[in-house]
Each structure stands twice: as C-alpha cells, then as structure tokens.
C-alpha cells in the first residue's frame, strides 16, 4: 500500500509552507508500508529555535486553511524538534542540529520518497529577501 493521494496533497502543502518560511533539506517520505498509523513523514530543519518555530507556524496556517488541524503537537515550547501529527501526515520541523543526530532520513531510508514538487514552486515563486529570513 502507497500513500493516497490526499496524504501526498496535505505533505505538499506542508512541505511548500516551510519552504515559504525558509525551511532547508525539506524532504517526505512514504511510510505506509511499514506503519500503520500514518502514510507521510515531513521532514525539515532550521539553523535555529525561532526558525522551527517560524517553520511550524506557516505549516499550522496552510494546513489550517484546508479546515486541518493537528490531532497532536509536540515539542513547541522548546523550538528543537516539533512534530505535527496530522493523522495521515506527520511533519517533523527540527533544528538541523537534532536533524543530524537523530537521522530520521538515513532511519527510512528504505521507504521510497515522495515528490514534493518544491522546484516548480521555487521558479514561480520571487527570490527571497535578505529581509524576509528569521535572525535567530
């Protein structure tokens, strides 16, 4: 069993929100072969707390849009490593500190990665401003 098309959409979406909000490495991967509970795990990281939480704050907002609101939310009050679990889709916003350490990429790597589609998104979308980045 794949992931369904609507779990791809909601990891699109996530995905392209953290992106507006200068998330690095933003990759997704299918999980539903090997776990029951979810189809998608978002993964994506920032050089700092502020960042993460900048991050999961645009995701929030998206998301929210499509009347989706987390089930669970872990994490936010420290900024390292926030997960929102949307049932189908669960997003992972770390600090790319607590990205290297915990390697959740290289822990499911055997599953196969889904196409985000980001590259289309970055060329339509104008160059980000020096302005629009988080200080930490």
């Not at 069993?1 to 979406?13: K, L």
């Not at 900024?79 to 992972?92: C, E, N, S, T």
Request: charged content about 25%.
């Amino acid at each position: 069993m794949s992931a369904t098309e609507q779990s791809i959409g909601i990891a699109r979406t996530a995905a392209h929100a953290a992106a507006d909000k200068i998330a690095q490495d933003i990759v997704a991967i299918d999980v539903s072969d090997r776990l029951a509970i979810t189809d998608i795990f978002v993964i994506a990281s920032a050089p700092s707390e502020r960042q993460v939480n900048a991050i999961v704050d645009g995701i929030e907002e998206e998301l929210s849009k499509q009347g989706l609101k987390p089930v669970r939310r872990e994490g936010r009050s420290e900024g390292r490593w926030v997960l929102l679990d949307y049932a189908q889709v669960i997003v992972h916003v770390q600090h790319e500190e607590d990205r290297v350490f915990y390697a959740l990429d290289r822990l499911w790597k055997d599953c196969p990665s889904v196409d985000l589609q980001l590259e289309e998104a970055l060329q339509s979308s104008p160059q980000v401003a020096a302005s629009d980045v988080v200080p930490e």
